[in-house]
């Protein structure tokens, strides 16, 4: 849950080194299992359809996904750090059909849905007009959902960045997003109290004991403004809250056309 630049590499260093007890905790807590499987299902996902993850981490999400397509589906997991995404191919190695990129996940290497033409902004092409992904050996085809666990809160633009891929999924597909944010809920000082001591041992550095801003309340603007920006461009949205009200689930269907 950083707040800091997803490209710098500091920040690279910091979840390469925590990539192991990071993938326990994404796995093992209890009443995470669960969610994940709950966010896989929001992404409305049939069988030989196609999802990409942005900010994969350690490919928690990506046999979720797998069991929602099946083994004629394609599941596409893309992540910046190099040791994060070496759990997430061991993880899925036993599975042909889900694939792991690292790439930055504001700017994914996909090719563009119907929605609009292709530019330098939303794929980069080889020398054969190839995406990036498409030159790894992967064929995605039409996108029919993306989705995004915990990683809108680490982009200095995540209106931005949800609006990009949109434009990668198919008319009338889907995008989810899912985050932690503080609690609505009655029962809310407590539990907010703990996420934000959670928020900045997360965050890079985590021996900085003061922030000119607070780190949980950036986030929380982050967040908010992501899930704002997917529901303006959705047709049919989908609120839900989990795990104490701390994770906003939302997910949104795109019109059938522009």
Not at 38 to 67: F, H, I, K, S, W
Not at 199 to 228: C, F, G, N, Q
Request: aromatic fraction near 6%.
């Amino acid at each position: 849950m950083t707040l800091e630049s997803m490209t710098t590499e500091g920040t690279q260093e910091f979840y390469g080194r925590w990539a192991t007890p990071y993938d326990v905790i994404a796995r093992r807590t209890p009443g995470i299992p669960r969610l994940r499987r709950r966010v896989a299902a929001a992404c409305q996902l049939e069988p030989g359809d196609t999802v990409v993850e942005m900010g994969c981490g350690t490919g928690a999400n990506l046999p979720y996904l797998r069991e929602r397509v099946g083994p004629e589906g394609t599941v596409v997991g893309i992540d910046f750090t190099g040791p994060v995404l070496e759990r997430a191919r061991e993880a899925t190695a036993a599975y042909d059909n889900v694939h792991v990129l690292r790439a930055d996940a504001t700017t994914p290497p996909l090719p563009s849905s119907d929605r609009s033409a292709a530019s330098d902004d939303e794929a980069s092409v080889d020398d054969t007009g190839r995406s990036d992904v498409e030159a790894a050996g992967v064929d995605p085809g039409p996108i029919d959902a993306v989705l995004a666990t915990f990683v809108v809160g680490m982009l200095e633009d995540p209106a931005g960045a949800v609006d990009n891929w949109c434009e990668f999924v198919r008319p009338g597909g889907h995008v989810v997003l899912a985050n932690a944010a503080r609690s609505d809920e009655w029962y809310a000082p407590p539990v907010n109290a703990v996420f934000r001591a959670i928020v900045v041992l997360s965050t890079p550095p985590t021996a900085k004991l003061r922030y000119e801003d607070d780190p949980h309340l950036r986030l929380d603007e982050r967040i908010d403004a992501a899930h704002a920006r997917l529901r303006e461009r959705s047709v049919a949205v989908a609120d839900e809250t989990h795990v104490f009200g701390v994770v906003r689930l939302t997910g949104g269907r795109l019109p059938d056309s522009e």
